[in-house]
């Protein structure tokens, strides 16, 4: 339950208006020579600002009652406290109605599209360099899984970013689940596709269906989780129900949604978003606020729900995790 009420974020971002509309859309159309990727609206804080102008929240709250779900009386998830904040949760009516989901949208206000989405019945796929190609019942999944509740930063490529107490599974668990072949180096991931239910698919330019992907050794590490839920039940449709992934070191876009299938492979997958604009968005993302996005500084970001504008800190803060994946890698653009 939550009080419906003015969404903080929207004060400072209606103050900051003309100014960052206008030059924006300005380098947006300076892309223009670049063909097709002018017609498309990447993700960046014009996008961001444009969503929280308009909409309600009404009928919010009935979309983030998820008892109906099948898996709802595994609920609330046993807390692992290793992974604490030091800064407020975000209000969860301020994570429900702001979201990325581009499926339903290349706007923030998604969150009456993506009730369209039916989340039963549904299957998870794992294939590719595996021991047996499988497909399994996502219920079946979250029942054989550990389950467990994390406190994590999230921070979109766009420079806002929130704190979400997500429901899940270490992304550990699968991979041990899907039993790889030792020659696998990528675990790539896929979102459903269904252009009936999200009309974003009807846009052709965008590279459809959604495909993230990490190596082994990130998707194996410690931090890499799968969700299954958020604020203690199971997660609503904006989220990307019934299944998505967090990977709170990265930019927010690595952390894909409404998976349908995992796929082990040897060579390194082209992502949905590298794939529209190489030159803005990279397979790796690490967080890092020394690296600008070529539109704008990655050095701050804007705290959902707030107001507040706070220093982006390297790896989004999860240094001490994953630094290491990275120290031996050159030549490689890490943080785009
Ligand atoms: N399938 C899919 N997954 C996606 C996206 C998307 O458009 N489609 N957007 C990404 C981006 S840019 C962000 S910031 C997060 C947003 O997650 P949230 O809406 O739960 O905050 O989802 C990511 N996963
Ligand atoms: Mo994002």
Redesign the pocket.
């Known amino acids: 339950m939550f009080v419906k009420r003015r969404r903080g974020w929207e004060i400072p971002e209606r103050e900051a208006t003309p100014e960052s509309i206008y030059l924006s859309r300005r380098s947006l159309m300076g892309l223009a020579g670049a063909g097709a990727i002018a017609t498309v609206a990447a ?1 960046s804080p014009a996008n961001a600002l444009i969503g929280s102008l308009f909409g309600s929240s009404e009928g919010l709250e009935q979309t983030l009652d998820t008892s109906a779900d099948p898996t709802f009386d595994l609920y609330p998830f046993k807390r692992n406290d290793t992974y604490t904040l030091s800064r407020p949760l975000t209000a969860e009516a301020d ?1 429900g109605s702001y ?5 339903f949208g290349s706007h923030k206000e998604i969150w009456q599209a993506a009730q369209a989405l039916p989340t039963r019945p549904w299957t998870i796929t794992l294939d590719g360099m595996v021991e047996e190609e499988k497909t399994v019942d996502i219920d079946t999944l979250i029942r054989a899984m550990p389950l467990e509740e994390r406190l994590y930063r ?1 921070r ?2 766009e420079a806002w970013s ?1 704190t979400v107490p997500w429901s899940g599974f270490a992304m550990k668990a699968l991979v041990d689940y899907a039993r790889p072949l030792g020659s696998a180096k990528y675990v790539t991931m896929q ?1 459903f596709m269904d252009p009936k239910v999200a009309s974003g698919q009807n846009q052709s330019w965008y590279p459809w269906p ?1 495909v993230e992907g990490l190596t082994i050794e990130e998707a194996t590490n410690d931090l890499a989780f799968l969700v299954t839920g958020v604020y203690g039940k199971p997660a609503a449709k ?3 129900a019934p299944l ?1 992934l967090a990977a709170p070191w990265k930019y ?2 690595k ?4 998976l349908v299938k995992f796929t082990f492979t040897d060579k390194r997958p082209e992502t949905f978003w590298e794939g529209i604009a190489p030159n803005e968005y990279g397979f790796w993302a690490n967080v890092n606020p020394e690296v600008p996005h070529r539109r704008w500084s990655q050095a701050q970001e804007r705290v959902l729900g707030t107001g507040e504008t706070i220093p982006t800190r390297m790896f989004n803060g999860y240094g001490e995790y994953v630094a290491g994946l990275y120290a031996s890698m050159s030549g490689e653009k890490l943080y785009m």
């Open positions: 993700p994570a979201n990325n989901f581009y499926e999230h979109c490529v929130m979102t959604y904006q989220y990307g998505r927010g876009f952390s894909a949604k409404s």
